[in-house]
């Protein structure tokens, strides 16, 4: 795998990144999956999707944050206080989930005690809970008006043409990573659950013309290749709660199975629904974001969502799947136990895991039970 | 769940507990103590109502009515929805609809059917709820999943992006029970235009949206009488508010709990303008005479609530505050913004009757300054919101200290709780954080949780 992608999947810096630093250019952090990050590329800045990796402890988290709060925004709020976002010129927060949108709050009071951690460009941007055509005309405006706050600050201009020329090369984005998607549904796929995750991460911290370089090249490879050993390994789908590193994907790999697929937030989530040409841009990038996200924050949606991870299932030939939630992230775990619920009538074998965010606190416990989970989904087959 | 729980249904067994406290309220003392020691779990309680003359009576009536109504819906061909507390149950009543307000319907439970509430709680898990949700629909909604309760008929609610977690749990429902959800939506901001229009474009929604579900259409002249209803409590209410801010109090702690549990349950019907109107009489009285509202007479201390009460093991809160003589001010479940409350500060609502829009108009503006959606729709020291509402609030109440209770589920506020208790230190309130449940005492027992009250009390002087 190109070591570039591979940096950026792992490291929160990367030197392609750095080079467009070093070059001028303005990198602008986001931490939700509901922000256009064509308005950021249409404004000649790198769209950067905060992550927690690398994180040891939540203590900068715990401090700002109460307890009963998902470690997901503690450590981005962690890497925030230790420096590690130093790069960012801007950061759009988000009315993402109830834990996400207090990050706003956070950050911005951590900066009294950590100073020069809040960027100069510190915006608010909501996103309706609902798909309308009224929630899609004041989600359009929003991104306007988020499109005219980046002008502002950074005196720049953002054309029509230029948020079309952005949405083409995310589309392009969103073109080779559905490739990706069919090769990993391959009996012998040559790309692991590990290694698909790496090149779908790295997408989030690379300037997006190099990027769709690097994973076009990455995968007119993967395409000729074949690998026979993954004939007849168990197949899983991986589902719910963010995951913005390859730990968990890694340890599940590492008892036996293949992630074949998921419908994670950074995963699959990230890059459904091509955006057609033609309409104003905004209203186009507006439903696009509210229509193809899945995340639970959308109330009121979940027999779609269970239909995306039963459509996964069935397209990848998928023998199980195991639903994870992170800890308070009650939106995926209230979903998951009803979704475990439905597909344990129907025969489709599950598991339902709770987790803390990041690297993997409680490993044991977890590699227990997916081993458990796979041995359970082996006497199945043996007995079918 | 315990097998004797599901031998009498939820609604049922807290209807009839509650009207049988309502007939023998104007009893003999014999009738009284008779059914006192028939309620082990509801005694005190009952006798604490008993106690409080003719609002506490008032109050068992209306809310015995409230569970009446729950409990005969389908009998009388009403529909019965799943909503929650921080919607307004006027267009409900106008569409002939029963709110099923989970909240208040659990902290009924709580009251009532003392350990039960517990065991509905867990019912939730075993369906696949996640024990990290809030416990103030987990209790009354694992009774209905349980069985002991009417199925309902739909869903509405207006909490995402106010409260996810409360969304989420109307969401597991409607999905659980697989019946129709509507959702109320709004923007991070209150007053901007693009906001209202949003609010109106999804209030026409939700009109239709009931029709479809009752099919029945919308009885303009029913409507118009709920509201004028809701315009008579909203005056009472602001009097007795402003009453608040005397020093002392005459306001009784206990009443910030009556207004808000039945004008979530019955706004709009005649039931709680009567409790509102004798509360009046009963708080003006006291105000004449010079009196605190506390039981013992004398105010010592006054302290406003941030977020919500504590409910949990028979209402231990209230009784801590009167016992040490410390004025319970209310606090954001009773701040309804009316335009004449004195502390709406031009952000208040204001009723228009006259045509089918100004009234949706008035009705969205009175939804969207409801308790939460008013306060933590958006970051909580922007313009309009948690901060700014509570230091105003502060400054015209007085209070001595303030005081957050919540649940660990009330995910939006412990994002930000830390923040808004410096900012209050700040500002010169001491603050302090209750750590527990507000419905569930097995998370944290009242007895730590008063303890550590009283410690805050005695170290930052307030004792």
Request: net charge neutral; glycine share 8%; charged share 25%.
């Amino acid at each position: 795998m190109d070591a570039t992608l591979l940096e950026a999947a792992s490291q929160i810096e990367n030197p392609l990144l750095s080079e467009f630093k070093q070059k001028g250019g303005k990198v602008i952090g986001y931490p939700c999956s509901h922000v256009p990050e064509e308005v950021i590329e249409a404004a000649g800045m790198l769209p950067f999707r905060l992550r927690g990796i690398q994180t040891r402890s939540t203590s900068i988290g715990d401090t700002y944050f109460g307890p009963f709060v998902c470690s997901c925004p503690k450590a981005l709020l962690q890497n925030a206080g230790r420096g590690r976002f130093h790069f960012l010129n801007g950061v759009i927060m988000v009315q993402a989930c109830d834990s996400m949108r207090r990050l706003d709050e956070c950050w911005r009071k951590a900066g009294n005690d950590f100073p020069g951690i809040v960027p100069d460009f510190f915006h608010y941007f909501g996103v309706p809970h609902k798909v309308t055509d009224y929630s899609i005309a004041w989600f359009a405006d929003e991104i306007r008006k988020l499109a005219a706050a980046l002008e502002k600050q950074f005196q720049v201009t953002i054309t029509n043409e230029d948020l079309s020329r952005a949405i083409e090369e995310t589309n392009e984005t969103r073109r080779l990573l559905l490739r990706l998607e069919e090769i990993r549904r391959r009996p012998d796929t040559p790309v692991t659950g590990t290694e698909a995750m790496s090149l779908i991460l790295a997408k989030t911290a690379l300037p997006k013309k190099e990027y769709n370089k690097l994973l076009s090249k990455e995968l007119k490879k993967l395409e000729k290749k074949s690998n026979p050993k993954n004939v007849g390994r168990l197949r899983v789908v991986l589902a719910g709660s963010v995951l913005d590193d390859v730990s968990l994907i890694s340890l599940i790999e590492a008892e036996g199975a293949l992630v074949v697929a998921d419908t994670v937030c950074f995963g699959a989530r990230a890059y459904r629904g091509e955006i057609p040409p033609g309409e104003d841009p905004y209203v186009t990038l507006a439903r696009r974001y509210l229509n193809e996200q899945f995340c639970p924050r959308m109330f009121g949606y979940s027999k779609q969502r269970l239909a995306l991870i039963t459509d996964r299932f069935e397209a990848g030939n998928a023998d199980g799947i195991i639903f994870q939630n992170i800890r308070f992230c009650d939106l995926h775990g209230s979903e998951n136990g009803l979704f475990e619920g439905r597909l344990d009538k129907v025969g489709t074998p599950t598991m339902r895991i709770e987790r803390e965010y990041g690297t993997m606190a409680d490993e044991g416990r977890i590699r227990m039970r997916v081993a458990a989970f796979l041995e359970t989904i082996k006497k199945r087959k043996n007995a079918a | 769940m315990r097998s004797e729980l599901k031998e009498y249904g939820f609604i049922w067994s807290v209807h009839s507990l509650l009207s049988l406290g309502a007939k023998v309220a104007n009893g003999t003392p014999k009738e009284v103590q008779k059914l006192l020691n028939s309620v082990p779990h509801f005694r005190d309680l009952l006798e604490a109502f008993l106690a409080y003359g003719e609002p506490g009576r008032l109050f068992l009536v209306g809310f015995a009515r409230y569970m009446e109504m729950i409990l005969n819906a389908h009998k009388e061909g009403k529909k019965l929805c799943f909503t929650t507390f921080c919607q307004s149950p006027a267009i409900l009543h106008a569409m002939g609809v029963v709110p099923v307000v989970l909240e208040v319907v659990t902290v009924a439970g709580t009251l009532m059917r003392g350990s039960a509430i517990g065991e509905y709680m867990d019912v939730c898990l075993e369906a696949g709820f996640t024990e990290t949700s809030c416990s103030s629909q987990r209790g009354s909604m694992g009774a209905f999943l349980a069985g002991l309760a009417d199925k309902p008929d739909f869903v509405l609610i207006n909490t995402p992006g106010i409260c996810d977690t409360n969304a989420n749990s109307f969401a597991f429902a409607a999905s659980y029970f697989d019946i129709p959800f509507y959702q109320l939506n709004y923007p991070p901001t209150l007053t901007e235009e693009r906001s209202r229009q949003y609010h109106r474009a999804d209030f026409k929604n939700l009109i239709a949206f009931l029709e479809e579900q009752t099919g029945t259409k919308l009885d303009l002249d029913r409507l118009r009488n709920i509201m004028a209803e809701i315009q008579k409590q909203d005056e009472i209410i602001c009097e007795l508010q402003e009453m608040q801010r005397l020093i002392p109090s005459p306001v009784p702690g206990i009443y910030n709990l009556f207004i808000y549990a039945l004008r979530f349950t019955l706004g709009g019907l005649p039931e709680c303008t009567e409790l509102l109107t004798s509360m009046l009489a009963m708080a003006k009285k006291n105000a004449a005479e010079g009196k605190s509202g506390l039981s013992g007479g004398e105010e010592k201390k006054r302290a406003l609530f941030v977020y919500i009460d504590h409910y949990a093991a028979n209402l231990p809160l209230f009784k801590f505050l009167d016992s040490r003589g410390i004025a319970h001010l209310g606090g954001i479940l009773d701040r309804f913004y009316q335009e004449a409350a004195f502390y709406s500060q031009g952000q208040g609502y204001s009723f228009k009757t006259a045509t089918l829009d100004e009234m949706i108009d008035s009705l969205a503006m009175q939804n969207s300054r409801l308790p939460m959606v008013k306060q933590i729709r958006g970051p909580y020291d922007a313009p309009e919101m948690w901060l700014e509402e509570v230091k105003n609030l502060a400054e015209l109440t007085q209070p001595d200290f303030t005081l957050y209770s919540g649940t660990p589920g009330c995910r939006n506020t412990w994002g930000m709780v830390k923040l808004l208790v410096s900012d209050l230190e700040k500002a010169g309130y001491p603050t302090h954080v209750i750590n527990s449940d507000a419905f569930d005492d097995r998370v944290e027992s009242w007895t730590a949780t008063a303890q550590r009250l009283e410690e805050f009390l005695e170290l930052r002087g307030l004792a």
